[in-house]
């Protein structure tokens, strides 16, 4: 039986939220003025209700908006922060899909080259979609040579591709997420469980490497025509 997830205390929970508000305030320079604006209206404008009414409770009312909207801020400037932090970072584009919610597979670097060119394959309801970062030129042909090794074993399934960048027809990784979401959803759940296997199968099969085989490797001489007369 799995274990219970432990629960983070409220204390553990404020470490986070601090370790989350220097992370954005060392990469945002409008973050720290926009989160001071964001608390102090609300807290003001409940303030002079309170002057004009009277009543505690508006002052309550003013402090929890006031969290509130910091908190919304942050989640906003945050997210905003790492991605673009993310751009430059081979592999990111496998931790945002990694991170979306619903039944996404994801293979990391199913191919790649010794520059960084990276094609990661990922499988859901939208079919399979091959993610390519890297040089747009190197990532086309790897991209190429994956869709016809693919297409052998998934039959009509659609494979769509996406190159992570900011060029036209290019995807920012900000955009990443909504632009898989938007996809179509073209296969069924019980075709991506076949689709996984069959996926799974074709990368635990053994490729003969190219080029002259070791002579370390090599029969010996007269082995083959004694196998010929077997």
Known sequence: MAKAQQKISFLDRLKQIGMVFSYTAKRDKLFVPLVILATALPLISFIVLFALIGGLVWIIIGVLSGLLCMMV???LRSNKAMMSEAENTPGAAVSIVEMMRGDWRVTPAIASTTQYDM???VLGRVGIVLIGEGNPQRVRQLMGQEKRRLSKVVGSTDIRD???GSEEGEVPVSKLRT???KMPRTTSA???NALDKRLKALSSRPQMPKGAIPK???PPKGAMRGMRGR
């Open 73 to 75: 801020v942050l989640n």
């Open 119 to 121: 094609i990661h394959l």
């Open 162 to 164: 996406l190159i992570i």
């Open 179 to 181: 632009t898989l979401l």
């Open 190 to 192: 019980k075709d991506v």
């Open 216 to 218: 370390n490797m090599r």
